[in-house]
């Protein structure tokens, strides 16, 4: 492709997202209502989860919001970004840690939301990796962006929840480019 070609097609993109984030903006300040988010968070339901004694270890179910888990008290606690990218977590994803006596944590997802895949082209927001679709910009994490070996503009099938909102994708795979 002719680097002309790339340098608009990205200024394009640069452009768009602009336009996105300010017709978000004026919406919102039009309609004041709480139900409407357009924020980094997504509201997750959190009452559902539990915490148990199993054995000599402590079982603590979370929701899984990007980088971290949510609990009950509304607190965020990290999730190994390895993990979250090879497990290929997604948004809303009900988790468990088992922490055992020896301090050991022992992640595993237990209740995967339903899923729906998608394939765009991977973009970098500053600090943060993103995959633009047709109505949405996805966050994706960078350990999953280095575990797949993804660079800037590749196509990539992503996994974002099929029936909730969400602001962050899973990377599935990254499509190979053909000559």
Do not use: C, G
């Not at 237990?110 to 996805?138: A, G």
């Not at 960078?142 to 990377?171: G, L, M, R, Y």
């Amino acid at each position: 492709m002719d680097n002309k070609k790339i340098q608009a097609i990205r200024d394009f993109i640069i452009s768009a997202e602009k336009s996105m984030r300010n017709a978000k903006k004026l919406l919102k300040d039009i309609l004041e209502s709480e139900w409407l988010s357009f924020e980094d968070d997504i509201d997750l339901d959190t009452r559902w989860l539990n915490t148990y004694e199993s054995e000599d270890s402590k079982v603590v179910e979370w929701v899984f919001t990007w980088e971290e888990m949510l609990w009950v008290d509304n607190h965020k606690y990290p999730v190994p970004v390895n993990y979250a990218s090879k497990s290929k977590l997604v948004q809303w994803d009900r988790l468990k840690l088992t922490i055992e006596p020896n301090w050991k944590m022992l992640y595993k997802q237990i209740k995967p939301i339903e899923r729906e895949i998608k394939v765009w082209l991977l973009t970098r927001d500053q600090w943060k990796f993103q995959v633009i679709s047709e109505w949405s910009t996805y966050n994706v994490l960078t350990a999953a962006v280095t575990h797949f070996k993804a660079e800037i503009w590749d196509s990539v099938s992503i996994i974002i929840p099929q029936w909730k909102q969400a602001n962050f994708a899973a990377i599935e795979a990254v499509i190979p480019k053909w000559e």
